[in-house]
């Protein structure tokens, strides 16, 4: 699927989130977890303790620029931010995500340190080296070129910077022909890495796979009747198609976390 159709499905489900306390609640519950702070709630399955874990992995120090790939609504970066005191460029194909990720920082007192821009993986227009550590949480499996995206974060990184993220390793089988998640079907990201430049510290697959995937989405479907209510129709719908398909055809071998050094 091309990057604008995946960005547009986004900007349609962005701009009916705030709408929905029963996607929020269901969220909170299932995905991120009860102790994760809401004011920096998301749509991916980062839970607090894994969300620290991804903190420490970037070694970073106050001042230093953090760079979140994918960063939707930016609850996560902008944590990790907060507590290192580091300056955020968050990057997303979706506009609306950019836009409310910043007016969330505002929000927070963050928006001196952080800005958004939208972007892809594989260009993100920042300039080359300026960039201490990059993080990704549950996006980088949308990526229609992971080399390239890749390549792209070791471009902005500077020589030492961590490149530290969570992601799906698809299942060549069952992931072949589904929309949104395209042609490049990719079961380990650490070829691409090590061909763009890193060298892989952690390689692991997530605690609980796959739940709290297939509780999550399994109680998004069973709200339809609420979403619809609370979001309207057309974002429901995209919402709900990629959790049915991915409930039905089960396309992802496994949810891993990963982390780098650019040499
Ligand atoms: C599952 S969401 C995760 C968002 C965020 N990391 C979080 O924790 O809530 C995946 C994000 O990837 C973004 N995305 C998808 N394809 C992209 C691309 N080619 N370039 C940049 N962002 C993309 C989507 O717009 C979406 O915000």
């Avoid at 309207?232 to 992802?252: I, R, W």
Wanted: glycine content about 10%; some cysteine; charged content about 25%.
């Amino acid at each position: 699927m091309e990057p604008d159709l995946i960005a547009g499905g986004y900007d349609a489900v962005y701009a009916a989130v705030p709408n929905s306390p029963t996607l929020r609640r269901i969220w909170h519950e299932s995905a991120e977890g009860v102790d994760f702070p809401e004011e920096f709630g998301h749509i991916s399955f980062t839970t607090l303790l894994e969300l620290k874990r991804m903190a420490g992995e970037l070694h970073l120090k106050a001042g230093d620029t953090l760079v979140d790939l994918g960063c939707g609504m930016a609850g996560p970066a902008l944590w990790v931010a907060r507590e290192i005191k580091a300056h955020l460029i968050g990057v997303d194909a979706s506009r609306v995500a950019t836009e409310q990720a910043a007016a969330r920082a505002k929000e927070l007192g963050l928006g001196e340190q952080a800005r958004f821009v939208v972007g892809s993986y594989a260009d993100t227009g920042i300039e080359a080296g300026t960039v201490d550590g990059a993080m990704s949480e549950d996006a980088l499996q949308y990526a229609p070129d992971k080399e390239a995206a890749m390549a792209e974060v070791a471009r902005i990184l500077r020589p030492g910077g961590r490149f530290v993220f969570t992601a799906y390793e698809l299942d060549p089988e069952r992931a072949a022909g589904l929309p949104i998640l395209g042609d490049n079907i990719v079961d380990d990201f650490r070829p691409a890495l090590a061909e763009a430049g890193f060298t892989v510290t952690a390689y692991e697959e997530a605690p609980g796979w796959p739940e709290p995937m297939t509780a999550t989405y399994s109680a998004v479907v069973g709200a339809k009747e609420a979403l619809m209510q609370e979001m309207g129709e057309a974002a429901t719908n995209v919402l709900l198609l990629e959790m049915a398909l991915t409930l039905e055809h089960k396309p992802y071998q496994r949810r891993i976390l990963a982390a780098a050094t650019r040499e």
